[in-house]
């Protein structure tokens, strides 16, 4: 799968640089959200599938809040150590890594902010993280344990990155993972904004 | 928001619904939509304009701004984990 999934990749990029236009490919682009929505159906059908989960999540009660803020301060300290390396601003080192992965948002709002050269960085850097945890699930699974599959995903995984993990871990994973994604997608904007404010 | 509401959608589709051996059916539906997924991010990368110029000139920077942030996220997230989650391993530990 994860040889299908850069194959998939690299002949995306290769056919959007190319300028080619094969209407089926066409169509197929324009459609990921679509496809996003489709994948969204299947992956809650593999989870209804099987039973006593919702029991098993509710049992975990604040204990749900540790991979969110695990993320946030880890990406935090990233950023941290960034601004050292790169001598770039508080604000904006911290800003590009708030965005857990959340490419879209977090490259629109700093450019708004900090101008179009940090804009990109963020962009690119946030859109390496989604990418990097589609391909890092499969690893960390395998290596580390199931939760922490969770941890490059940030944001992104309660949506794009889900389908890799049911893949390669459980159901209740997954619903960890919905949750996740939901609060670090809701605290996203208010961290940008904080670390503006700290900077 | 759309997405999550389409997921629990499913999941209720899933308890209520869908006929079990049609699981296999589904496995590979999954794997076949990601890719095509994957493929469509790629196209929509590649058509940005300036997309290679783009990557050029930032793209160190933004290797550094992905790497060391999703890195820490992972030494955080990892010892917590076993604590809180010890049900939850690695694969061969199940």
Known sequence: ML?????ALLAGIL???SGLSISFLDLLSAQSNSILWVLMVCVGISVGLHHGLLAKIRAYRLRIFVLPLGIIAGSCLGGLVCQLLMQNGLAESL???GGLGWYSLTGVLVTELSGAH???IAF??????ELFSFFSIPLIAKYLNYP???????????????????RYTNEETVVLSVLNGVLCSLAVPFLLKFYYWLG | MDVILLFFLGALIGKYLFPLHFQPVLEKLLMFFTLCLIFAMGVQLGQRENFFAELSSVGMESLLFFLLPTLGSIFVVYPFSRIVFPNLKKKEEK
Not at chain 1, 124 to 129: E, G, I, K
Not at chain 1, 148 to 166: F, K, N, Q, V, Y
Request: charged share 10%; glycine share 8%; proline share 5%.
């Open chain 1, 124 to 129: 690119f850097s946030n859109l390496l993280r």
């Open chain 1, 95 to 97: 800003a590009i890594t």
């Open chain 1, 3 to 7: 040889l299908f999934a850069i194959i």
């Open chain 1, 15 to 17: 056919y959007g640089t």
């Open chain 1, 118 to 120: 940090f804009g990109s």
């Open chain 1, 148 to 166: 922490t599959c969770i941890a490059p995903a940030g944001a992104t995984s309660e949506d794009t990155t889900l389908p890799m993990m049911i």
